[in-house]
């Protein structure tokens, strides 16, 4: 299984969500942090897209080059592109040159995105949410695959016989597909023959059984081989030299940062004894010491038949560079281990 970790750009905050530092100081603490990841043994990376104040990924392929210059082994991906509102043609642009800065380590996860800023940014309309996913996955499909592209859709001027260049140093770019709790994503993924990107954010994880399993029917239906139908597991998470260190360090950040976004979404403040639940042993967080982490991973493997990737959310509780860093180097140097020890 890879282990890695996945970022929004999130800026450091006080208890009270007031932004500390500057965005160029957040992006040299970030950069740094990839680095220490490559340099502890984590397999992946990834990079969200949000365009918000918080958050500094709006151009997450601009971040990755950066990362690629500093980093040797660490594979570099997007987590996730917003691919609804954005170019396939561009994406898939970015993404070759990045595989070729990163001598083959580019991927991209492909996902609706789960904040919808990006829609009236962009001047599109989200009643067509998912019908501007589906085309332009679509489209990022058929360019990953063809050198010379014949495609016409509805969004998008046509393309008669055009190259799209550069072509990235892999045959072909990794595509993962990034889904929520939608069956119909699920199937949509298997029956692409797509590696699925889960993210679970709350509840159980072990409920999200019944999807998987929808994902690799689909997937077998369709005649694509089981090693290609991969799955993957993204989660929030914090590791500390002791569970109760974790805990402590994480929750008072995680809790403002959730009860100021839920409070958008019209959803209770987030709760200590909500936290806790979500933090069980069946529930979808994973803030604790390194054994006890590597130990849920394993049973969130098992209860959904065998996950081929894990990838940390950390940078969603106002914690400063030096707290997510040691985090980072525990997770390389001793949950990552473990879990490949099985």
Same mark, same amino acid.
């Given at each position: 299984?890879?282990?890695?970790?996945?970022?929004?750009?999130?800026?450091?905050?006080?208890?009270?969500?007031?932004?500390?530092?500057?965005?160029? &100081? #957040?992006?040299?603490? /970030?950069?740094?942090?990839?680095?220490?990841?490559?340099?502890?043994?984590?397999?992946?990376?990834?990079?969200? &897209? @949000? @365009?918000?104040?918080?958050? /500094?990924?709006?151009?997450? =392929?601009?971040?990755?080059?950066?990362?690629?210059?500093?980093?040797?082994?660490?594979?570099?991906?997007?987590? %996730?592109?917003?691919?609804? #509102? =954005?170019?396939?043609?561009?994406?898939?642009?970015?993404?070759?040159?990045?595989?070729?800065v990163s001598n083959g380590r580019a991927e991209l996860v492909v996902g609706r995105g789960s904040f919808t800023e990006a829609f009236p940014l962009f001047g599109l309309r989200l009643e067509d949410y998912d019908k501007l996913f589906a085309e332009k996955l679509g489209l990022?499909?058929?360019?990953?695959?063809? &050198? *010379? *592209?014949?495609w016409s859709g509805k969004f998008r001027p046509?393309?008669?016989?055009? !190259?799209?260049?550069?072509?990235?140093?892999?045959?072909?770019? !990794?595509i993962?597909?990034? %889904?929520?709790?939608?069956?119909?994503?699920?199937?949509?993924?298997?029956s692409l023959g797509l590696p699925l990107m889960v993210a679970v954010i709350g509840g159980e994880t072990h409920r999200f059984r019944p999807l998987i399993d929808l994902y690799r029917e689909a997937g077998e239906?369709?005649? @694509?081989?089981?090693?290609?139908?991969? %799955?993957?597991?993204?989660?929030?998470?914090? %590791?500390g030299k002791s569970h109760e260190e974790a805990v402590e360090t994480y929750y008072p950040g995680y809790a403002e940062t959730f009860t100021r976004i839920g409070?958008?979404?019209?959803? !209770?403040?987030?709760?200590?004894g909500q936290f806790e639940a979500q933090n069980s042993r069946r529930g979808a967080y994973l803030v604790g010491e390194p054994v006890e982490v590597a130990e849920k991973i394993l049973r969130h493997s098992e209860a959904l038949g065998g996950i081929d990737r894990f990838t940390f959310q950390m940078d969603n509780a106002g914690l400063?560079?030096?707290?997510?860093?040691?985090?980072? &180097?525990l997770i390389g140097k001793e949950v990552s281990p473990l879990v490949k020890k099985g």
């Open positions: 299984m890879e282990i890695g970790i996945d970022s929004f750009a999130a800026f450091p905050t006080d208890g009270n969500g007031t932004i500390k530092g500057t965005a160029q &100081e #957040a992006i040299m603490a /970030l950069l740094a942090r990839i680095k220490l990841a490559d340099e502890v043994g984590l397999d992946v990376f990834g990079i969200g &897209e @949000h @365009h918000r104040k918080e958050f /500094l990924d709006s151009a997450t =392929a601009i971040i990755l080059a950066a990362a690629a210059a500093q980093t040797h082994k660490i594979k570099l991906t997007s987590a %996730v592109a917003v691919l609804s #509102a =954005a170019d396939p043609v561009r994406i898939f642009q970015e993404f070759a040159t990045l595989d070729l990022l499909l058929q360019i990953n695959e063809n &050198e *010379v *592209v014949n046509a393309l008669n016989d055009q !190259p799209i260049y550069p072509r990235p140093l892999q045959k072909q770019l !990794p993962w597909l990034g %889904v929520g709790g939608t069956p119909g994503s699920f199937v949509r993924a298997g239906k369709a005649g @694509h081989p089981k090693e290609k139908l991969k %799955v993957g597991l993204h989660s929030l998470g914090f %590791v409070k958008e979404r019209g959803w !209770p403040p987030v709760t200590r400063s560079h030096e707290q997510l860093s040691e985090s980072i &180097e």
